[in-house]
Structures are given as structure tokens and as C-alpha cells.
């Protein structure tokens, strides 16, 4: 391991990420791929037709460093503080950073600055304060509009059935750049629980996407339950744990038996 990326480590790291941090995340990472593409295969799909997103939240900014040496580029994370301090601490690293989690219209004058996408677009005053904190700095965004498929109150994102107006509304706002939609699914171990979340999202951008051809790509699917997403037609998605490791007690949910919330 190079002295430039261990002089930093901990106990408390060595515990959770080994001595060699960036062989096991390369190895994981090639596992996670190796299960994407056979799902893909299973579901009659192209084998590189699913984007991993790799969730980085919780990870420290120096075992990031590891993650970008094993081939990571692209970083996931739920709340915008860790990722404006990692992002600043990386930033000779030319690293994508992607919101996935909910944002507060306050925070927005921080994302914009620095985000490459937005996966948790679930409001008109959220819409409105992105564009009109993007057109001051005269660049666009991708965002993905979260749904709540499972009806659950502890999630946020639009109700299935407001998505439609929703998304007609969003030409108001030419900042913002629609791909498609996202969803976090039932957190539960019985897939027949799960399979729902996903599909409905699928069969809600095929309604969308009539009226807003761009509105193609679907993000959903996290470590416990990736390979059940592509087969619901997943494009995106969003794995953290399986590539990086349990999270520390207070952030782990049963993984890997079943899915992380608001995370991967």
C-alpha cells in the first residue's frame, strides 16, 4: 500500500476496511459487476446496459482516496454535508459526486456548485430554487424525480399518482435536466415484497416517457436488492455496502440480507 494513501490510517480503519483498502473495494467491485451483468443475462437484457452507482456515504474522505485508486470515479451520497466536506478534500481527484438522498431548498446554493446529478428531486419549490441557483452559475443539472412506490410514510418523494403533473411542470424549470425516475423500495427480505416498489416505477416511466422522452432511466435497486431492480428493469443502480462494507453500528441495516435505507 502506497505511504502517500495509508499515512492517515487508524485502528478504527484498519478494522473496517482491512490493510488494503483499494484491492478488497477493486475485488467488490468486480464482484457487483459480475452480478450485474449476469442479472442483465437473466433478464434478457444487454450485460453493460445497468449504471453502477457506487454509495460512498460514511466512508471517510482519505479511505475514498483507495476507492478512486481501485477505479471509483463516480461517488454516491445521501447527505449534502458529508459530500461538500469530502468534496473538498478530494478535489484534486476529478471525482463525479452524485445527491441520491433528500435536500432541504436551503442546502440547494451548496449542490449546485459542485453535484453532477440529483437523484431525489420530489418537490416544485425544490425544482424552482435548483434552477434558479443553476442559471446564476449558467450550468445545468440531471436530475432523477423520486416516487414513493411503497407507500410508506418514513419515505420521501411523490405520490404515484401526482408524478405526471409533476413532471409536466418541470419545462418551466430548462435548468434541470430530467433522466428519469427514482424510487427506494420496501425494506424487507422477501423479494415478492420488494418486486412491487420496482415495478411500478418501471410501468410509471413507461406512462412518462410518452409525454417526456427524456424521462428514460429508472434509479433503484441497493446492496440487498440490486439484481431483483434489473430485473424490473433497473438503469441505475446504487450499491454502497456491497462494495465498501458494512456501515458502523448506528448507519448498518441487516445488510446483506436486505436493504439499506436511503443508502446502498
Known amino acids: ?100 438522498g433528500h435536500l432541504q431548498t436551503n442546502k440547494v446554493k451548496y449542490l449546485v456548485r459542485f453535484a453532477s446529478e440529483f437523484h431525489a428531486l420530489d418537490s416544485l419549490r425544490l425544482a424552482q430554487e435548483l434552477n434558479r441557483r443553476l442559471d446564476a452559475l449558467g450550468r445545468d443539472l440531471d436530475v432523477f424525480v423520486q416516487v414513493n412506490t411503497s407507500g410508506e410514510a418514513s419515505k420521501f418523494g ?32 422477501d423479494a415478492e415484497r420488494v418486486r412491487p416498489c420496482f415495478r411500478l416505477l418501471r410501468e410509471l416511466r413507461d406512462s412518462v416517457v410518452k409525454l417526456h422522452p427524456g424521462v428514460t432511466q429508472l434509479s433503484m435497486g441497493m446492496s440487498g436488492d440490486y439484481e431483483l431492480a434489473i430485473e424490473e428493469g433497473a438503469s441505475v443502480v446504487r450499491v454502497g455496502q456491497a462494495i465498501f462494507g458494512p456501515r458502523p453500528t448506528d448507519d448498518a441495516y441487516y445488510w446483506p440480507g436486505l436493504t439499506a435505507p436511503s443508502g446502498g
Open 1 to 100: 500500500m502506497p505511504a502517500s494513501l495509508s499515512a492517515d490510517f487508524s485502528p478504527e480503519d484498519i478494522a473496517r476496511f482491512g490493510n488494503n483498502p483499494a484491492e478488497s473495494f477493486a475485488a467488490n467491485l468486480r464482484e457487483v459487476k459480475r452480478r450485474i451483468a449476469a442479472a442483465c443475462i437473466r433478464a434478457g437484457r444487454p450485460p453493460d446496459g445497468v449504471r453502477l452507482l457506487p454509495v460512498t456515504k460514511t466512508v471517510p474522505a482519505h479511505i475514498l482516496r483507495h476507492a478512486h485508486a481501485a477505479g471509483i470515479t463516480d461517488f454516491g451520497e445521501n447527505k449534502l454535508q458529508e459530500a461538500r466536506e469530502k468534496h473538498e478534500v478530494l478535489g484534486d481527484l476529478g471525482i463525479c459526486w452524485h445527491i441520491i
Open 158 to 189: 411523490l405520490h404515484p399518482d401526482d408524478l405526471l403533473s409533476f413532471v409536466n411542470r418541470l419545462p418551466e424549470f430548462p435548468r434541470l435536466k430530467p433522466r428519469g425516475l427514482m424510487t427506494l423500495a420496501l425494506f424487507s427480505a
